[in-house]
C-alpha cells in the first residue's frame, strides 16, 4: 500500500484488506453466535457501510434479512451537527432482532437518532455493528456491540468510506495525511 491522492488531498495506508476481512470473519462469527436462531433483519447505513455490510452478510451462515436506509451528517472531512434522513425506514421492526451495521461511528449522532426511530418500533432486541470506531470523538451513551477496529480521531477513506464522493472503491483504508 503506497500514499494516494484523492481529489485535492492525501491519504497514506492504514487498514489492508487482509486486516479488515479478519476483523469481518470475527464480527461475524460473534453475531451469528447471538443469532444463529434468531432471524435477525441487519439495517445498513448507506452508502458508506455497503461493502463492510456486503462482506458481513455473506459470512451470516443462518436465516437473516437485510435492508438499507440513508442518513447522512458529512460535508467534506468533517462531520456536521446535523443529521440528514434521506431515505426512510419502512421494514416493520416490532418484535424483531435488529442489527444496525455502520462503517464507522465518530461522534455518534447518526446512530443515535436511527436508534430512536428503531426503538420507538419496539424491537425485540436492537444491536449495533461497526466496522470502525472514534472512542475520543463519540459523544453518545449507547454501546456498540460489534466493533473490528477502535481508530484516531483522524479522516479515514476506502472501503466503503469516502471523501467528497470519492475513494469507496479501495480495498484497503487510508489515513489522511498531513493537511
Known sequence: MDMI???DKEFKPYLGAAEIAKAVDTMAARIEGDFRD???VFLVILNGAF????????RMNFPCEISFVKLASYVGTTTSSQVHHLIGLKEDLRGRN???VEDIV???LTLARLREQILEQVPADLRIAALLFKPLAFRERYKLDYTGFEIPND???G????YNGYGRNLPDIYQIGSE
Open 155 to 157: 479522516f479515514i477513506i
Open 98 to 100: 435488529v442489527i444496525i
Open 51 to 58: 461493502m463492510f455490510a456486503a462482506d458481513l452478510f455473506k
Open 5 to 7: 491522492r484523492v481529489c
Open 159 to 162: 472501503y466503503g468510506l469516502d
Open 38 to 40: 434468531k432471524n435477525p
Open 106 to 108: 465518530d461522534t455518534g
